[in-house]
């Protein structure tokens, strides 16, 4: 099993920071991907960015030239920082794991919102 805990979520205003944090724990070996997605209210949860072991990298059109993934595959850690925030960005922001597209473990989500 795999433990995934996010960190950093908040409320901004429209253009401000934010940074979320994901700590994973447990069956390290059992994925090579981690990434974060969202889900706004009635909509389905999406990719925001992921990023492979070896540092591939895939971002959703949306947040291209605003958000930027990490990963420190020692430490277990990925995060999300994201920069130019737009309501349009509101959402419970969630930390996954797993193989290239395919998410196997969830973390519990963090909300950002984000006011105009």
């Known amino acids: 099993q795999v433990q995934l805990v996010e960190s950093g979520g908040g409320s901004v205003q429209t253009g401000g920071s934010l940074r979320l944090s994901c700590l994973a724990s447990?069956?390290?070996?059992?994925?090579?991907?981690m990434g974060w997605y969202r889900q706004a209210p009635g909509k389905e949860r999406e990719l925001v960015a992921r990023?492979?072991?070896?540092?591939?990298?895939t971002y959703a059109d949306s947040v291209k030239g605003r958000f930027t993934i990490s990963r420190d595959n020692a430490k277990h850690t990925a995060a999300l920082q994201m920069n130019s925030l737009k309501p349009e960005d509101t959402a419970v922001y969630y930390c996954?794991?797993?193989?290239?597209?395919?998410?196997?473990?969830w973390g519990q989500g963090t909300q950002v919102t984000v006011s105009s």
């Open positions: 990023m492979s072991r070896a540092g591939t990298i």
């Open positions: 447990g069956r390290i070996v059992s994925f090579n991907a």
């Open positions: 996954g794991a797993g193989f290239e597209e395919t998410v196997a473990y």
